[in-house]
């Protein structure tokens, strides 16, 4: 019987990673296996597009990749339409100048460039951006360019209810907290995982039906909710409230619960 061909979206860190940053063998093996078959891999993820571009090139991909979690939109074939999203770099001036007693750092950042307000190496790892062209010093003298990102870290986390109103005013923008790093990330409301995974579908002329997704945080929710088989991973750290009826996968990052649920999925018919 011939399959029907399906868009397989998947996060990083939290859902394809193990512990160790690394895709297990099995796991690798078998996406290999699945784009053999004529599946789409697509890695989705929030971290810029040089800390992903490993993984793509490990699983042999050919296929769009989704950076900045939705900012941005990378695909090697010219005829597919790229996309990256920037903020207004005078409108980042003029929050954080806002929030200045408030802020401990900012980290701006497009492609090839950082710009922050001093210095701090625990950041740019975190971020993994050791040994990109980096800017230091007050945004309104060295911030001449508009970012794909804009992360706030507060001085203490009680700021951030002050930080998300500030953001809020202006239009488009919102704000996400993170319950394991302490930082604060700005975004636009009309760019996400899911907002990109629809123009990947229409070019391989996809539609939801023929999409599964993998994510672990709130970042993901836009793509979990638009699959028509959308996993969260058991390690999340999201409430049963936010949710609401998307499954798990059959086990956490470490187990790799991203093979065993496709695997499943796969003996049964489903894709």
Known sequence: MKRNKYLIAID????????????????????KSLKEQGHYIVLASGRPLSA??????????????IA??????????????????????????EIVEDLKDHIANVL??????????????????????QGVKTHFGKLSEI???????????????????TIYKRVRQEKNLDCRFWSFLPFDEVFDVRVSKGHA?????????????????????????????????????????LKEDEIKHIKYALADCDHEGVYQTLLTLHEKDLF
């Not at 939801?208 to 709130?218: E, P, T």
């Open 12 to 31: 990083l860190d939290g859902t394809l990673l193990d512990k160790n940053h690394e895709i297990p063998l099995r796991t690798l093996n078998y996406l």
């Open 52 to 65: 992903i571009v490993r993984y793509h090139l490990l699983l042999d991909l050919d296929t769009p990749i």
């Open 68 to 93: 900045y979690n939705g900012a941005a939109i990378v695909a090697k074939d010219h005829y597919f339409d790229k996309f990256t999203y920037h903020f207004d770099h005078e409108t980042c001036i």
């Open 108 to 129: 701006l950042e497009t492609h090839d460039e950082i710009w922050m307000l001093k210095e701090d190496k625990n950041v740019l790892k975190t971020f993994f951006h």
């Open 143 to 161: 911030l001449d360019k508009d970012p794909i990102t804009f992360i706030i870290k507060p001085h203490v986390s009680s700021y951030n209810e």
């Open 197 to 237: 995974l629809k123009h990947i579908l229409k070019y391989y002329h996809l539609n939801k039906n023929h999409l599964i997704a993998f994510g672990d945080g709130d970042n993901d929710l836009t793509m979990l909710e638009l699959a028509k088989f959308g996993y969260i991973m058991p390690n999340t750290s």
